[in-house]
């Protein structure tokens, strides 16, 4: 029979009877100036986000572009992206930072290498911020764990979408008529969007879940049970379900329209003929219930699934405007990331 021992007292304490595995032995706090989560702003840090977005899309671009000169920042893409990671790649550029875009086809991913390596490799290579998408949820946490460096989360899995959220943000105050300086928790008291369509797997949906009721607005989520399940309004306080999109967009100044995540779906039948009737932007619902409401939509948009083209292209939609805000919003980040540090190491 196994017998267990109890170390005396004195061995406890030395060195050597410290297991050689301890993984927190080897973890870093996360950085401060990380973006991993909605959460991670407070309404003050989010008024000075979008400030600092408004200052660096005016700011002359050769001065903004000795901002970051010779700083490097890598951006590490496990999934496919157009928006997101080109206005990451841009913003960057824009403050002259030296950016590399490591994707999962044709690096050393393909091989097997870890995200917790990957991100090592990065940083010995010299990289000071590391942006991530990754379909896994939590994944940017483990990188900022294993790095210590900054990591900009570019949507996890089902998780979060924060860089989103913010360019949402602006957009919506833009067509509000809020300055960024007037971002309080009270600035969106009156205002009531919805967000419609596949929530259970939406990281925007999140993102914006954990955003916007902190700021006063209402969230209305709508969608079907199986892709909207009853629990997601005991989110926060200020989200509310309605199963009808006609009765949510009579209540709506703003209306986010999301795709189904077919690559996340997991075996789950939708009826799209069903789900078309009962969710779908069309030009005829829209002119009826809600006239005058911003339509938005993070992208990639299903045209004739979610949205129609009418409704995509026309008058109402703010859809080209929330990419145009992806890149001044994500200056506004990565110049954070950067902020108080330079080159070698932090001061
Ligand atoms: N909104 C968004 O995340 O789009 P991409 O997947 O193209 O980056």
């Not at 990380?34 to 400030?51: G, T």
């Not at 995540?261 to 009826?288: K, N, V």
Request: hydrophobic residues 40%; proline residues 6%; contains cysteine.
């Amino acid at each position: 029979m196994a017998q267990t021992r109890n170390p005396s007292r004195k061995a406890r304490q030395k060195p050597s009877a410290i297991p050689f595995f301890q993984p927190a032995l080897f973890e870093r706090p996360i950085h401060p100036r990380s973006a991993i989560s909605s959460n991670d702003f407070s309404v003050a840090e989010v008024r000075r986000i979008l400030m600092a977005a408004d200052a660096l899309e005016r700011e002359d671009p050769l001065r903004r572009a000795k901002r970051l000169a010779k700083r490097r920042v890598a951006l590490l893409f496990y999934e496919s992206s157009t928006r997101t990671r080109t206005s990451f790649e841009l913003a960057a550029k824009a403050l002259g930072a030296d950016t590399t875009l490591v994707s999962s086809l044709s690096s050393s991913i393909e091989k097997g290498e870890s995200l917790k390596d990957t991100g090592i490799t990065l940083k010995a290579l010299g990289a000071e911020c590391i942006i991530l998408r990754s379909p896994y949820s939590g994944a940017p946490y483990l990188l900022a764990r294993a790095t210590g460096l900054p990591v900009l989360n570019a949507g996890d899995g089902m998780a979060e979408h924060p860089s989103q959220a913010l360019l949402d943000l602006r957009t919506i105050l833009q067509h509000l008529g809020v300055r960024a300086a007037a971002v309080s928790e009270t600035c969106l008291r009156g205002v009531t969007v919805t967000i419609c369509g596949d929530i259970l797997h939406s990281r925007v949906a999140r993102s914006n879940e954990l955003l916007l009721p902190r700021l006063g607005a209402k969230v209305i989520l709508c969608g079907p049970p199986q892709l909207l399940p009853e629990t997601a309004a005991g989110m926060m306080p200020g989200i509310a379900i309605e199963r009808d999109f006609d009765a949510a967009l009579e209540q709506s100044q703003i209306v986010m329209m999301l795709r189904i995540q077919a690559e996340r779906l997991a075996g789950l039948q939708i009826d799209l003929d069903d789900y078309r009737s009962r969710y779908q932007a069309s030009a005829e619902r829209i002119a009826a219930h809600a006239p005058t409401a911003v339509i938005l939509h993070p992208g990639p948009i299903i045209r004739g699934m979610e949205m129609v083209s009418e409704v995509a292209d026309g008058p109402q939609s703010a859809i080209a405007q929330q990419v145009h805000n992806g890149v001044p919003i994500r200056m506004a980040l990565v110049a954070r990331a950067l902020s108080g540090e330079k080159k070698g190491g932090r001061r």
